[in-house]
T-cell receptor, first 113, second 116 residues
Framework: GESVGLHLPTLSVQEGDNSIINCAYSNSASDYFIWYKQESGKGPQFIIDIRSNMDKRQGQRVTVLLNKTVKHLSLQIAATQPGDSAVYFCAENILGGAQKLVFGQGTRLTINP | GAVVSQHPSRVICKSGTSVKIECRSLDFQATTMFWYRQFPKQSLMLMATSNEGSKATYEQGVEKDKFLINHASLTLSTLTVTSAHPEDSSFYIC????????????FGQGTRLTVV
């Protein structure tokens, strides 16, 4: 299958600090991007999304930035909390005969007390 | 919010047997459902995309005769792992998009398959 992002980095931050998680994608034929959070043994949970005609979108404590020029997405989490510890994936909606949602490799975020 | 229910959450089966996993959209109708497989410490790998009433579209390298997908209604898709082997042990996750055409996909809680 296809893959967005080719590595699984780990990010450790202090509780209360801001976190930035990055994702590189390779397919230009996409119109929509989503960040998901996955806790151990569970399915992905929607965090925030952004359409390709935007470069920034803000939610509650989270911001997604999209740079189509370099095919890069980032997720910023403000004032991280212990409950933010999880693996975070970016996903890309690839247009085509059948639209499909392809996941990046993921980043494990660990919050230190 | 939209809820996708996946059943069973865990299953252990013997080599050579078949296992069926169900994915249901509980409060919306899903024209498209996706099936993913996830190995430990790895990302979700798309196996196939199924549309209600038509044949599933499989990703390259996924055996359609081994992983049978049926999407018979707007609220139910099933994945059957046929003649399972230990290497099929994995976490299988489904997701669904609703009929309104919104791109957001909602995920089930996953099924942990162990083949012994």
């Amino acid at each position: 299958g296809e893959s967005v992002g080719l590595h699984l980095p780990t990010l450790s931050v202090q509780e209360g600090d801001n976190s930035i998680i990055n994702c590189a994608y390779s397919n230009s034929a996409s119109d929509y991007f989503i960040w998901y959070k996955q806790e151990s043994g569970k399915g992905p949970q929607f965090i925030i999304d952004i359409r390709s005609n935007m470069d920034k979108r803000q939610g509650q404590r989270v911001t997604v930035l999209l740079n189509k020029t370099v095919k890069h997405l980032s997720l910023q989490i403000a004032a991280t909390q212990p409950g933010d510890s999880a693996v975070y994936f970016c996903a890309e909606n690839i247009l085509g005969g059948a639209q499909k949602l392809v996941f990046g490799q993921g980043t494990r975020l660990t919050i230190n007390p | 919010g939209a809820v996708v229910s996946q059943h069973p959450s865990r299953v252990i089966c013997k080599s050579g047997t078949s296992v069926k996993i169900e994915c249901r959209s509980l409060d919306f109708q899903a024209t498209t459902m996706f099936w993913y497989r996830q190995f430990p410490k790895q990302s979700l790998m798309l196996m196939a995309t199924s549309n209600e009433g038509s044949k599933a579209t499989y990703e390259q390298g996924v055996e359609k005769d081994k992983f049978l997908i049926n999407h018979a209604s707007l609220t139910l898709s099933t994945l059957t792992v046929t003649s399972a082997h230990p290497e099929d042990s994995s976490f299988y996750i489904c997701s669904a998009r609703d009929v309104t055409g919104k791109a957001e996909a909602f995920f089930g809680q996953g099924t942990r398959l162990t083949v012994v």
